[in-house]
């Protein structure tokens, strides 16, 4: 099959390109791959085009042009969109409909229901954008990158596409990284039915490094891998480590707005270690050998990798019971939960690790299982396969229809 790859490179890269490029990697195996990139930092150079945007975010008619003269010069059997935000737009979905492509759309975030992506502002969850409420209502707040312009270009491309029934009609079929995010798209109008559940996936770490093992015995030491910033709960973490005098190390890898605060906070502990930025390798020797990842996020999450890498490194997960983390690492198989922002309850997960190495084997070997089962390329490609055969299937039967 010819596949078309549509994405909207962010400034900042993160979780998405990844996906995408793995994604890309893996369906060359079997599949005929094409990629049409376009970036934000390129395009967004001149104050021109970025005033342009306010009025072509919604639905951009060259985006639609240019997506029709390439899906036009080679039959492709599907057009599968990681971003279209901010520079694509909607309109390519009608460029693939009109040209006979049957599109996929993976929901990586919440963009097509809150004007940030991420339903959560300010230190909390914010929801007022569904469940019948409008994203208008968070315009005023400057939840978009704290503009209140740009979250009003982007609350109107929310509520653009929701007046004109546009997701009902558009694209074929999405992919939702898990139940929870599909039930949170279902609550912000999407049509549960085109809505299917396929996880992102990781290559195995201990086929990709080669030196790499997955280490019975475990070092007296927790880790913290990512975003050092509020949203990730980390100054529940290190309040946490403080108050209780652990017997152990905490690792904290990465980097953010309140890394310097809380190295400062924390100077006198010798058990906190900064880490700062590291390459994979190195993460991924340290999820072998640590006891456990420790995930205190507030937040609801896409689907963090960090939390995949875990799991195929045997390293069990104390995860805030939120959101998409909560649906990833099961508690009591595969790591713990507590509920976020809850250090007392925090304490008492890490202290059930440190007085329970049995369990803590276990947890380990299911990890490594999960992994396998549920997140590994041989179970994406089938999935990723059905899904396309399911937007095929869509189209035909709309064609049927006219």
Known sequence: MNILQVHNKYKIIGGEWTVLHQEYELLKREHDVDQFIVDNEKELESYVNQFKLIFSTHYNRQSKKKMADILSVKKYGVMHVHNFFPLLSPSIFEAAREQGVP?????????????????????????????????????????????????????????????????????????????????????????????????????????DFKELEISPKKKN????????????????????????????????????PVKPKLEKLSRHDSSVKWIGEVSRKEILKLFSDSKAVIFPTKWFEGQPLVLLEALSMGCPVITSKIGNPREIIEDGITGLHFTPGNVIELYQKIKFVLNNPEKLREFSENARKVYLNKYSPEQNIRQVDEIYLMADEFEKKLSRTR
């Open 221 to 256: 030491r927790f880790i913290y891998v990512g975003r050092i910033s509020n949203e990730k709960g980390v100054e529940d973490l290190i309040r946490c480590w403080l108050m209780n005098n652990i017997d152990a190390e905490l690792y904290m890898v990465g980097d953010g």
């Open 103 to 207: 599109s996929v759309m993976t929901l990586h975030n919440y963009r097509l229901i809150h004007p940030n992506g991420l339903m959560y502002h300010n230190g909390k969850i914010d929801q007022r954008s569904i469940n019948g409420g409008s994203a208008y209502k968070c315009v005023m707040d400057g939840v978009y990158r704290n503009s209140v312009l740009q979250t009003a270009v982007t609350a109107y491309m929310i509520e653009y596409h929701r007046k004109n029934a546009t997701w009902k009609k558009f694209p074929s079929v999405f992919i939702a990284l898990s139940q929870f995010s599909k039930d949170k798209f279902i609550e912000g109008g999407l049509p549960g039915d085109r809505i299917f559940i396929k996880p992102n996936f990781l290559k195995d770490p201990l086929i």
